[in-house]
């Protein structure tokens, strides 16, 4: 069982929040892994939101590879957060030696380049260091991007946020969206890049279920653009689709949906736009999904997204209380972190609705 969730508040507001959305008390130990991706960040990374922030876990021999790439290619480090992982306990956690995020300052000859430059300099570097470190086995690169945090670790998920602290509101770490998942029953061999959510150029999502077409999925999605790599998880398919669509065609977030969990033909002919949407399914076929999923997800403008499959047998739950708003895998989650919203006003999305949470925390639906 996965635990997936997504917070996006006024304030600033620390991790452990998350965390208790993720595992509310009642819960037993038996998970092994967690991950999250913050955006918007405060705390020790408040001087540099305009700067790429990279995350990964290495070891020694790691962390000099990635400084020695980093200077001959021109990057300038600006700052730097290592969490100092609590020792002399026992705590169910693989842990790698280091856990490094830092910002960095673009290279000069890029001080006059545009976003959209920028953006494939930051997915070429994270592809370059992910390989370098591959080949040698000295550790994962998760993100590099500015303003956003990834973490993740293999464990449980309460001995890991012991281990990094998280339990303890120091100010350091605070951000205003959070995207995170819990993975329970699975086993030590996967590798840590598999923890969802999965990150790509301002992008994050995670999904509970499962995907049979993930196979044809992902050959497909190899041929669409080089940062489609990996496929740890068959999640990564919703994330890469949810990338191709709004980066690459510059499609509206209406069309994910459509993408992802086409109409029936007998139903596309009865609607008005059927002639773009016949197209969409006939052209993008292979990135049609299918299985009970719900689809948690941030957009590079801070808006959280969800939608389900076809199927719908996966529950998600989206609540609020004025000052945050939280979307959750289950509404025992949702009650843990905000348990004196007003139920009533719950939003429990179909099987043919994508909802949007915006940056004034209103809750926006849209019908396929």
């Excluded at 305009?50 to 790691?62: E, F, H, I, R, V």
């Excluded at 300038?76 to 956690?93: C, H, M, S, T, Y």
């Excluded at 076809?310 to 209380?321: A, E, F, I, M, Q």
Aim: hydrophobic share 35%; net charge negative; charged share 25%.
């Amino acid at each position: 069982m996965c635990r997936i969730g997504a917070i996006k508040s006024k304030e600033f507001f620390h991790p452990s929040a998350a965390l208790h959305l993720m595992l509310p008390q009642q819960e037993g130990h038996d998970n092994s892994g967690f991950a999250m991706v913050m955006q918007d960040l405060a705390g020790v990374f408040s001087k540099h939101k305009d700067k790429p922030l990279l995350s990964l876990a290495c070891t020694q021999k790691g962390a000099k590879l990635i400084e020695d790439y980093m200077e001959a290619n021109d990057f300038r480090q600006l700052a730097e957060w290592i969490p100092r992982g609590v020792k002399n306990v026992k705590l169910d956690i693989k842990a790698m030696p280091y856990y490094i995020f830092r910002n960095y300052d673009y290279p000069e000859y890029y001080s006059d380049a545009s976003e959209e430059a920028k953006g494939e300099l930051l997915l070429d570097t994270r592809l370059a260091l992910r390989e370098l470190l591959e080949k040698q086995e000295q550790g994962y690169v998760y993100s590099f991007w500015p303003d956003v945090l990834t973490l993740k670790e293999i464990g449980d998920p309460w001995d890991i946020a012991t281990y990094f602290k998280l339990w303890d509101n120091n100010g350091d770490l605070m951000a205003k969206n959070v995207v995170v998942q819990c993975r329970q029953n699975t086993n030590y061999d996967i590798v840590r890049y598999a923890a969802h959510p999965f990150f790509l150029q301002g992008y994050t999502l995670c999904a509970n279920g499962e995907n049979t077409f993930y196979t044809k999925n992902k050959e497909y999605q190899k041929s669409l653009h080089r940062g489609y790599i990996g496929f740890e998880s068959d999640s990564q398919n919703f994330l890469y689709t949810l990338h191709y669509v709004l980066q690459e065609l510059k499609w509206p977030i209406k069309y994910y949906k459509h993408v992802i969990t086409p109409l029936p033909f007998n139903e596309l002919s009865l609607r008005s736009d059927c002639a773009e949407l016949r197209a969409i399914r006939q052209s993008l076929g292979s990135l049609e999904i299918n299985g009970p999923n719900t689809v948690i997800g941030m957009l590079p403008n801070g808006n959280i997204i969800t939608c389900c499959d076809s199927k719908k047998l996966r529950p998600v739950v989206v609540g609020g209380d004025g000052t945050m708003v939280a979307i959750a895998s289950e509404v025992c989650g949702l009650n843990a972190i905000l348990p004196h919203r007003n139920q009533e006003q719950d939003v429990y999305p179909n099987e043919r609705e994508v909802v949007i949470i915006n940056d004034a925390l209103e809750v926006e639906r849209w019908k396929q």
